[in-house]
């Protein structure tokens, strides 16, 4: 079945630096979307990108789909400390409804 | 505008109970999806249903778990009966489904504990 690759798994970074995450799949997705999870919360989604190539910004927030369509980043500048959080990244394919999850990537700001 | 309303928000039961979450989606979303969260497996997608029909169930571990979606404002997963394996945190999700239109909204979740 379809799998996606988030990395890193965590990472821990000083406030005010760029943070930059990424996912690859095992195959084509028509879209991707990117969650952030903050500890007892639902994720909660960030960015929707429907075209290969597409970069769409939220905030300081940017994420892109990939070219080849089996991979997606996502960058935040200048990070602040409500930033911590797992991000998730999720993927669609083909005609199936349901999304693909990534594992997740852990993120710690230190003020 | 309300999210998606999940509940209990907490649920501890002994080994061998029924338990019984319970979803309330967006208003005007017409798809529905559970999913269970843990450590080690992390999102897992249990079940989700189209206009109230289920469309994919092959993520539901066992037979004693069961989804129902009797029209389209709510939905139930049961688990009957419960084992301590069965604890994490359940997440229902909700979206409006077309051919491009993939953005799923989540719940809070129900943390389970089965002692």
């Known amino acids: 079945g379809q799998q996606l690759n988030q990395s890193p798994q965590s990472m821990f970074i000083q406030e005010g630096e760029d943070v930059s995450m990424n996912c690859t799949s095992s195959s084509i997705f028509n879209t991707w979307l990117w969650y952030k999870q903050e500890p007892g919360e639902g994720p909660v989604l960030l960015i929707a990108l429907y075209k290969a190539g597409e970069l769409t910004s939220n905030g300081r927030l940017t994420a892109q789909f990939g070219i080849t369509r089996k991979d997606s980043f996502l960058n935040i500048s200048a990070s602040i400390p409500s930033d911590v959080g797992i991000y998730f990244c999720a993927g669609r394919g083909g005609s199936q409804g349901n999304l693909i999850f990534g594992k997740g990537t852990k993120l710690s700001v230190k003020p | 505008d309300a999210g998606v309303i999940q509940s209990p928000r907490h649920e501890v039961t002994e080994m061998g109970q029924e338990v019984t979450l319970r979803c309330k989606p967006i208003?005007?979303?017409?798809?529905l999806f559970w999913y269970r969260q843990t450590m080690m497996r992390g999102l897992e997608l249990l079940i989700y249903f189209n206009n109230n029909v289920p469309i994919d169930d092959s993520g539901m571990p066992e037979d004693r778990f069961s989804a129902k979606m009797p029209n389209a404002s709510f939905s139930t997963l049961k688990i009957q009966p419960s084992e301590p394996r069965d604890s994490a945190v359940y997440f229902c999700?909700?979206?409006?489904?077309?051919?491009?239109?993939?953005?799923?909204?989540f719940g809070p979740g129900t943390r389970l504990t089965v002692l």
């Open positions: 208003s005007g979303h017409n798809s």
């Open positions: 999700a909700s979206s409006r489904r077309t051919s491009s239109y993939n953005e799923q909204f």
